[in-house]
């Protein structure tokens, strides 16, 4: 039995934890050698990113132990949502405790959301190719790969893949 994780929105005393944890789990996870490279900057500037989208936090005995961002089309950190679709971005969990329910805990308190959004019929996301153990928490909490709906990164030949999971009435 896991000790109890709470779901809950970010706010200001969570940030630097927050990005703490993100800066470690992306360099744990080698997608990034440096929290210097540009785009680990941006995704370290908590406060920057909370203005412009919903950041949720797991928590268990009092401790911040992952992060996720949410957003709906239209929204500056809505990368492929579409209008009936609610994105979540930086899924991301304390190396420390990972493979202990936090990224699980996220990811259902995420699709019981959308339930509740009108007009929210699914949750997206985009993932890395060689993140196979957030595939392997992806398929096991519902979602299909959406291939067609496959990006590069701008600039890049970088192939991010999306998956999908319908949540409300069709």
């Known amino acids: 039995?896991?000790?109890?994780?709470?779901?809950?929105?970010?706010?200001?005393?969570?940030?630097?934890?927050?990005?703490?944890?993100t800066r470690e789990s992306y360099l744990a996870a080698g997608y990034f050698e440096s929290a210097d490279h540009p785009y680990m900057r941006q995704v370290q500037d908590v406060e920057e990113r909370a203005a412009k989208?919903?950041?949720?936090?797991?928590?268990?005995a009092g401790q911040v132990v992952g992060s996720v961002t949410l957003a709906v089309a239209g929204e500056p950190y809505a990368d492929i949502a579409r209008s009936d679709e609610l994105e979540f971005r930086m899924l991301v969990v304390d190396p420390a405790v990972q493979r202990s329910g936090a990224?699980?805990?996220?990811?259902?308190?995420?699709?019981?959301?959308?339930?509740?959004?009108?007009?929210?019929?699914?949750?997206?996301?985009?993932?890395?190719?060689?993140?196979?153990?957030?595939?392997?928490?992806?398929?096991?909490?519902?979602?299909?790969?959406?291939?067609?709906?496959?990006?590069?990164?701008?600039?890049?030949?970088?192939?991010?893949l999306v998956y999908r999971q319908d949540v409300g009435p069709t």
């Open 1 to 21: 039995m896991h000790p109890q994780i709470l779901i809950r929105p970010a706010v200001p005393a969570d940030y630097d934890a927050i990005a703490r944890i």
């Open 53 to 60: 989208a919903t950041i949720w936090v797991a928590e268990r």
């Open 103 to 160: 990224g699980k805990a996220m990811i259902e308190a995420i699709i019981e959301h959308a339930r509740s959004l009108p007009g929210i019929r699914a949750v997206a996301l985009t993932t890395g190719v060689s993140w196979e153990s957030a595939h392997g928490l992806y398929r096991k909490t519902g979602f299909r790969r959406v291939p067609e709906r496959d990006w590069l990164v701008p600039g890049t030949d970088i192939k991010l």
